[in-house]
Nanobody, 121 residues
Framework: QVQLIESGGGLVQAGGSLRLSCAAS????????MGWFRQAPGKEREFAAA????????YYAASVQGRFTISRDDAKNTVYLQMNSLKPEDTAIYYCAADERRVGDVPYGYWGQGTQVTVSS
């Protein structure tokens, strides 16, 4: 099993940047595919970005492509989401997810508690 704790959320003005972190505890972090999802008020949770266990491939939703970058540091058991050029519509709770087999816009086996990101106009 793996436990996930997100951090780095906060309030930022439109056009600004934030970097989210997801620290994982448990065994074999390097064997997990990792993802970031988000849920805006009144909306369903949606996929944002994902990275394979090896870090060799990453995936992005069209809405964040070119603005967000997912990366991982296996030495620190941490996955990051660098968010640039933020827009008010990026306001959401951001969740980190992990899965040993699946990657991308798919169900994941493990989830964090989420971190709030608010983008003001």
């Amino acid at each position: 099993q793996v436990q996930l704790i997100e951090s780095g959320g906060g309030l930022v003005q439109a056009g600004g940047s934030l970097r989210l972190s997801c620290a994982a505890s448990g065994r074999s972090f390097s064997s997990y595919n990792m993802g970031w999802f988000r849920q805006a008020p009144g909306k369903e949770r949606e996929f944002a970005a994902a990275i394979t266990w090896s870090g060799s491939r990453s995936y992005y939703a069209a809405s964040v492509q070119g603005r967000f970058t997912i990366s991982r540091d296996d030495a620190k058991n941490t996955v990051y989401l660098q968010m640039n050029s933020l827009k008010p519509e990026d306001t959401a709770i951001y969740y980190c997810a992990a899965d040993e087999r699946r990657v991308g816009d798919v169900p994941y086996g493990y989830w964090g508690q989420g971190t709030q990101v608010t983008v003001s106009s």
